[in-house]
């Protein structure tokens, strides 16, 4: 069964190290004012790794990090690119927790995509992880209202080639509705306004819109003045019509 609870994507996002300086010394790193660890050249960072004060030093290292890329902009850029063709692959061969996971790693070089926030919205949902597919699609919407409520065939995003006997499109459309029904289930179990805004969202991009104005009004009372309920509720009904 899908567990809407489940967020085991977390542990790909690079954390940082909290532990506190002293601690991360032994008794033998203890220093005094008379005898140092350290030396002119070197110092041990945070993170453990020897940062050198020479700057010739740190300009070689600085260029090994950046491999064959110019700058920091193109190294990020490669980077973005490599996670997300690869986050998209995953999801086409249906490995959604892979695709979510895959996506986080290219929103670290670069956070704002509305593609990549579109992306991880829809692998969570197929894998079963509804409030965080909430809160991904809500952040698509966000940065990208346009291209996060336009037209999308999800069950072709979810039917790798090999999958399904009819060349993938049955088990994509399996797949997205049964993902729905689960949504559903929990949806009805919890009374979640957020789980019924998801369902809303994706019956809209499923281009039923008499479902999801239905599922719409479950969320209308909690999230009915946030700016994602509003630009839903538009791209349902229409410009003309009001909450």
Same mark, same amino acid.
């Given at each position: ?96 927790? &892979? ?5 986080? #790693? !290219?929103?670290?070089? /670069?956070?704002? %995509?509305?593609?990549?926030?579109? @992306? *991880? ?29 336009? &037209? ?5 995003? #979810? !039917?790798?080639?090999? /999958?399904?006997? %009819?060349?993938?499109?049955?088990? @994509? *459309? ?37 479902? !999801? ?31």
């Amino acid at each position: 069964l899908f567990d809407v609870d489940e967020e085991p994507i977390d542990d790909a996002v690079p954390q940082a190290d909290t532990t506190s300086l002293p601690d991360r010394r032994t008794r033998t790193d203890t220093t005094t004012p008379d005898s140092s660890t350290e030396t002119d050249t070197e110092r041990t960072a945070p993170s453990g790794m020897e940062v050198s004060s020479d700057p010739i030093e740190a300009r070689r290292r600085a260029l090994a990090i950046l491999g064959e890329h110019k700058d920091f902009e193109s190294l990020a850029e490669a980077k973005f690119q490599g996670y997300f063709e690869q986050a998209e692959q995953y999801l086409h061969e249906g490995r959604f927790y &892979k695709a979510a996971d895959t996506y986080t #790693l !290219a929103l670290v070089w /670069r956070q704002h %995509d509305p593609k990549a926030h579109f @992306g *991880r919205a829809v692998a969570l949902f197929a894998a079963g992880s509804y409030l965080s597919s909430y809160y991904s699609a809500a952040a698509a919407i966000e940065l990208d209202p346009t291209l996060a409520l336009g &037209k999308h065939d999800i069950p072709a995003l #979810l !039917a790798g080639p090999d /999958r399904g006997q %009819d060349g993938g499109q049955d088990a @994509g *459309r399996d797949t997205f509705q049964n993902a729905l029904i689960e949504l559903e289930r929990w949806q009805g179990k919890t009374g979640s306004a957020e789980l019924a805004w998801l369902m809303a969202y994706m019956y809209h991009l499923d281009r039923r819109p008499d479902n !999801a104005r239905l599922a719409l009004q479950l969320a209308a009372d909690k999230l009915g003045e946030t700016p994602v309920y509003k630009q839903l509720h538009q791209a349902v009904h229409g410009p003309a019509q009001t909450p």
